[in-house]
């Protein structure tokens, strides 16, 4: 047995132990390894506070629904959270790229944070962080490249001009 069967030959094994729902969770977890799927959510959530940042004339509160309406102009799984004022996006692909909940696996995703400015209530500094989720699984979006004239211009037009999300 060659040195690179060794491993798949033991991942096999472990397969037929397993019941069908762990058999699942295996293969997953196997997938992920074998296609090199790195970029995580947890990844963007650590990218908090490390910029760049971007200041608009808009209060933090009024922010996270206007970004939440731009993603949705880009893929359909956009989800805000005003508590913390930030709105995730994540970009998939064949029969999951229609599907909002936040459990299929994305392509790419987005992490857009929302701060406050001191003392300027009717401001806020906004930063765009984006991951790919592998080599062999990249999304086609381009979020840290795209998001932020697309925000610019929907503070531009904001209370005129809806905004018309994908679907």
């Not at 206007?66 to 799984?77: E, F, M, Y």
């Not at 995703?109 to 406050?116: E, G, M, Q, R």
């Amino acid at each position: 047995m060659t040195r690179r069967a060794v491993p798949l030959a033991v991942l096999a094994a472990a397969l037929s132990a397993c019941s069908a729902s762990t058999r699942k969770t295996a293969g997953e977890m196997a997938e992920t390894v074998f296609t090199l799927q790195t970029g995580t959510m947890s990844e963007l959530k650590d990218r908090w506070g490390s910029g760049p940042f971007r200041d608009y004339d808009v209060p933090p509160d009024e922010m996270v629904p206007l970004v939440g309406a731009v993603l949705r102009t880009k893929v359909v799984a956009v989800a805000e959270e005003p508590r913390f004022r930030r709105v995730f996006a994540k970009e998939r692909a064949g029969k999951d790229a229609a599907d909002d909940f936040y459990g299929p696996a994305f392509r790419s995703a987005v992490a857009v944070f929302v701060h406050p400015v001191d003392d300027a209530p009717g401001r806020c500094r906004v930063e765009v962080h984006a991951v790919q989720r592998g080599p062999f699984h990249r999304g086609s979006i381009d979020w840290e490249r795209e998001v932020p004239p697309l925000l610019d211009e929907a503070v531009r037009r904001r209370g005129t001009t809806p905004i018309r999300p994908l679907r």
